[in-house]
């Protein structure tokens, strides 16, 4: 095994004390720059965490924090079968998405200064200094998705965040549910699931660092979705991290190679993991495992 159990036991942890400070301050910044735009002072706007920092999941030191800017007062639709907006009794919005995302632009560079925000393709990207972590500000609407569940009720719907991309691209996405089902399966797994998570993220970031694998396909993302589609049993009855890394991988690996992977979730359980324009295949963390696999130095006999 490359690497010792006590080198596995000490990867379960989270982000340091100093570095979770400089994690909240960013993330109070942007808070603060929304709250005092006078652009934004009439609209109903949720600021909340997602990603690895909201999951409890991240593992580089000064990583980035994801912080979604959500407008409530206008939002994105997505009708039950034959519905219409008017079936509801929604009105058109008095904002378009690129007014919005201009105003909270202008809102961030006052907070932050010119040379240090810049606009990236799915957020606003905000550099670090010794105060706070660079942080990604996704600007967005609120999904209200009613087809997900086929609910004719105006105030019964899957929430979800919607916005447009700079390259154009429409991004659609749950992060509250990801939030909770992570929560509800480290519950489950006695609070292995995260801790499983953090050391498959640093395989993959000691893989990424030795030039092992590519790190636009192979995703934090990804390895947190694979992890999340292992059975409950799998993470939580072995009686060492070797051997819960060993079964974890095992388990991916042949769930892929059987096509019993079809099925297979995001995190959020609102999105299919190997479908649509995708960055990755099944081909892809296939491959990653096995690459793991041979990285780790796990002898073949025990697959």
């Known amino acids: ?8 036991i000490s990867w379960c942890k989270p982000a340091s004390d100093t570095e979770d400070n400089k994690i909240n301050n960013a993330i109070n910044m942007i808070k603060d720059a929304i709250n005092k735009s006078v652009g934004l002072e009439n609209l109903t ?35 039950a079968d034959g519905m219409t907006g008017e079936d509801y009794g929604f009105i058109d919005g008095t904002i378009s ?13 006052d907070k932050f ?22 942080a990604d500000a996704v600007v967005a609407f609120m999904l209200k998705d009613f087809k997900i569940i086929q609910s004719k009720n105006a105030n019964r719907y899957v929430e979800g965040i919607r916005f447009y991309a700079k390259d ?52 934090s993302f990804l390895v947190e979705c694979l992890v999340w589609n292992i059975p409950d049993s799998t993470i939580k009855y072995h009686s060492t991290w070797t051997e819960t890394v060993r079964q974890a991988i095992s388990y991916i690996y042949n769930a892929i190679r059987e096509e019993n992977h079809d099925e297979w979730g995001e995190v959020s359980e609102r999105l299919y993991l190997f ?24 002898d073949d006999e025990s697959n």
């Not at 998405?97 to 560079?109: C, E, M, S």
């Not at 200064?113 to 670090?128: E, M």
């Open 45 to 79: 706007i949720e600021v909340f965490v997602q990603g690895s920092y909201a999951n409890n999941t991240n593992v580089r030191v000064n990583s980035d924090v994801d912080v979604c800017i959500m407008l409530k007062s206008t939002f994105f639709t997505e009708y």
């Open 168 to 219: 154009g691209s429409v991004v659609s996405n749950y992060p509250k549910d990801h939030i909770e089902n992570g929560i509800a399966k480290n519950n489950r797994t006695n609070y292995e699931y995260k801790k499983l998570v953090r050391i498959f993220k640093r395989i993959r970031n000691a893989m990424v660092d030795d030039g092992e694998i590519d790190k636009e396909k192979i995703t």
């Open 275 to 298: 479908n649509g324009n995708r960055k990755w295949s099944a081909a892809d963390a296939k491959g990653f495992m096995l690459k793991a696999w041979n990285y780790l130095e796990y």
């Open 97 to 109: 998405f690129n007014d919005y995302k201009k105003d909270v632009l202008k809102a961030l560079t």
């Open 1 to 8: 095994m490359k690497y010792s159990e006590e080198t596995l």
């Open 113 to 134: 200064g010119f040379d240090n925000v810049s606009i990236g393709n799915k957020s606003i990207k905000i550099k670090s200094n010794t105060y706070h972590v660079s």
